[in-house]
């Protein structure tokens, strides 16, 4: 079965520490991942997509994430935090089984101290 | 930018309440979807429509129904509304049942049921 978990329902770091948010998912299947961001009061938007291209993904706003395979992972950093940065992060995964179907991680708020 | 845009950010009802959440985009997209979000569970999938007139159930549709009349338009529909409904609301569309796409969120309506 397929599955996601985010490590850490919050992570709190000082500003211009480095973030990093996991996210391992299970599958059986090839997965494609992606890292959504939901600031206060807002829906969500993508923050970057792994799509099989390259393992090391850049997205928006300094964050990047790297797929493993042999670890099943993919984490979320970003060198320096910055306030602007607080919000809740939810790792997804699609998989195609047919159909495609896409779960999401339970969610990490994270939190910047000035 | 695709906007997608909910009826109510905010909806207090009374159980036993019919309940109608609406949604719209303006990008042609072909799927919608209804998530609800809830704290430590992330986002759970009710209902999705690949075209007009068509529905598939997600992980959670007990209690929910969906319309889908025009294309631009998926309506989430709470037959008689329970205290255990209360939640927040998240529309999403796509372009394309692809599983590299992304979604694109509405703000999301905060329902509660009294």
Redesign the interface.
């Known amino acids: 079965a397929q599955s996601v978990t985010q490590l850490g329902s919050h992570v709190s770091v000082s500003e211009g520490a480095l973030v990093l948010l996991r996210c391992n998912y299970s599958s059986s299947v090839p997965p494609y991942l992606f890292w959504y961001v939901q600031y206060p009061n807002q829906g969500l938007q993508l923050l970057l997509k792994y799509t099989s291209a390259a393992t090391l993904v850049k997205g928006i706003n300094g964050f990047e994430a790297e797929f493993k395979k042999s670890e099943t992972s993919f984490h979320l950093t970003k060198p320096s935090a910055h306030m602007s940065d607080a919000a809740e992060y939810f790792c997804a995964v699609t998989f195609n089984t047919g159909g495609f179907k896409t779960i999401f991680g339970a969610g990490t708020r994270l939190f910047v101290k000035a | 930018d695709v906007k997608?845009t909910q009826s109510s950010?905010y909806l207090v009802k009374r159980t036993g309440e019919k309940v109608f959440l609406e949604c719209v985009q303006d990008m042609d997209h072909e799927n919608m979807f209804w998530?609800r979000q809830d704290p430590?569970?992330?986002?759970?999938?009710i209902y999705f429509s690949y075209d007009v007139k068509m529905k598939?159930k997600g992980d959670i549709p007990e209690g929910y129904s969906v319309s889908r009349e025009k294309k631009e338009r998926f309506s989430l529909i709470l037959e008689s509304a329970s205290t255990n409904q209360t939640s927040m609301y998240?529309c999403?569309s796509s372009s394309r049942?692809?599983?590299?796409d992304?979604?694109?969120?509405?703000?999301?309506t905060r329902l509660t049921v009294l």
């Open positions: 997608v950010r998530y430590g569970l992330g986002l759970r999938l598939e998240l999403a049942a692809g599983v590299t992304t979604q694109y969120f509405g703000p999301g």
